[in-house]
């Protein structure tokens, strides 16, 4: 594979930017040393870099692109909203349009209020709960990876530098599935729990009476209950995970799916807790989203669009269905090779990952990385594999024969040793306390 202009750029990048590039998941540590490739463009599926090697793709924009990059109605849309201004200085009917969409769709949703990253969301969520409930812990899922750019969760990371104590004690964890454990919490912490958050589901699925017993529990003891429909939301449903499994927060957040990629979030929920954050009350105000880009026009006119196609083609269906070939197709190629224990999909069909362990079964790190290795040898960028309607049958197939390739080289290298196959070190955690 030729990338001369993506090394010849990457020094470039790191020069100028902190770690060679804006977002954690999309950094070098996150990927061969000796494949370090810059993305010019995208169609549907496919990604080209800079060199011209073209890729099927399954990050999908860290999950945002469920249509497809470059999906021309939204493209479309876009172009028109741009001719008419993109930031004005009172609201625009089309962020009414946008809250009120979304409303339609999420079935928690009292009241909506727009932002552009999904960590706007999820801080306001905290805020709202602190101020509700006159309380300033907040409870996250231990097992969930991510919640939030901002102090109150990254504070109970390892990469905490620059957080004041104080900071990181306010947040503390209970277990997935787990109501006992979120039992002690509240019973550690008598009456100083504002929020409790979560995502419904990440690989494992909720256990049967989890989410009910959890919206119980908040109830009971005060906490404001929220679900973090990041990941989930317009991906289980067009409701999201609440409106799959039935089970309804007091607040929700979304962002990613909601626009094809382009930046809009929101917060969701309850009208008596989100009004604290309007006009309307005697309570003291609070400071819930607001940015200068905050209702940028042209993003919200991909929402509107993106939205549109959701509800008016089978795109969550579609995203489940082809999740289900794909992951069909590695089961064969896993049993024919023997790595079924080593090398498996997991999560949901419409949002998969998979998992690389070594002969002792333990996670590796140097298998992954070795995994992302040759797949991107065979025209693939897998660091999950996030589906997207624009993954046809023919792209599942190819990808399930690359994938083939890629795993015949796994297998070598779980009976020979990792070291002889992988080129360079291994992929690292986002979340570590030092290079
Ligand atoms: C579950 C979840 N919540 C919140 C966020 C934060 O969203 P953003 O990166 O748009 O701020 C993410 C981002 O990956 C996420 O996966």
């Not at 977002?23 to 070098?28: E, L």
């Not at 196609?309 to 070939?325: A, D, H, K, N, S």
């Not at 070598?412 to 306390?433: H, I, M, N, T």
Request: glycine residues 8%.
């Amino acid at each position: 594979m030729n990338l001369t202009k993506s090394k010849e750029l990457q020094s470039r990048f790191h020069s100028v930017i902190p770690g060679g590039s804006h977002t954690y998941a999309k950094g070098d540590d996150q990927y061969p040393e000796s494949m370090p490739v810059y993305l010019s463009r995208g169609k549907g599926c496919h990604v080209w870099d800079v060199d011209g090697n073209e890729f099927i793709e399954y990050g999908m924009g860290l999950r945002s692109v469920t249509l497809g990059h470059a999906y021309e109605p939204v493209v479309e849309a876009v172009s028109r909203q741009l001719r008419f201004g993109t930031n004005f200085v009172r609201p625009s009917p089309i962020e009414l349009e946008c809250a009120e969409a979304l409303r339609e769709f999420i079935p928690s949703a009292e009241m909506v209020k727009l932002g552009k990253h999904g960590s706007d969301a999820t801080n306001a969520a905290v805020k709202l709960a602190r101020a509700f409930t006159g309380r300033d812990l907040v409870a996250t899922c231990k097992e969930h990876p991510f919640f939030s750019v901002d102090d109150w969760f990254i504070g109970s990371t390892p990469m905490n530098a620059g957080i004041p104590k104080a900071v990181q004690q306010l947040t503390v964890n209970f277990h997935y599935n787990d109501l006992e454990s979120l039992r002690r919490l509240f019973a550690g912490h008598p009456k100083q729990v504002a929020a409790v958050i979560l995502e419904l589901e990440k690989e494992t699925e909720p256990a049967a009476g989890f989410l009910a017993g959890l919206k119980e529990l908040c109830a009971r003891e005060g906490a404001v209950l929220v679900f973090d429909e990041m990941i989930t939301g317009f991906r289980w449903d067009n409701g999201g995970a609440q409106k799959y499994y039935g089970v309804t927060p007091d607040l929700s957040t979304f962002g990613k799916a909601i626009a094809n990629g382009f930046s809009v979030s929101a917060l969701a929920g309850r009208r008596d807790i989100m009004q604290l954050g309007g006009l309307h009350h005697d309570k003291e105000r609070v400071f819930l989203m607001s940015t200068t880009h905050g209702a940028e026009s042209h993003s919200l006119s991909a929402a509107l669009e993106t939205m549109r196609i959701y509800r008016e083609e089978p795109v969550v269906e579609t995203l489940w269905r082809q999740g289900r070939l794909l992951t069909e197709g590695i089961r064969q190629v896993t049993k024919q090779l023997g790595l079924a224990d080593y090398f498996y999909v997991r999560g949901r069909p419409c949002c998969l990952s998979y998992a690389t362990l070594d002969t002792a079964k333990q996670h590796s790190s140097a298998l992954r990385t070795l995994f992302l290795q040759e797949t991107m040898r065979r025209g693939l960028l897998m660091p999950s594999l996030v589906i997207s309607y624009s993954h046809s049958d023919a792209d599942v197939q190819r990808t399930v024969e690359g994938i083939a390739g890629a795993l015949q080289v796994y297998r070598q290298a779980l009976d020979q040793g990792v070291e002889r196959y992988l080129e360079g070190r291994p992929v690292k955690p986002v979340f570590r306390k030092f290079n």
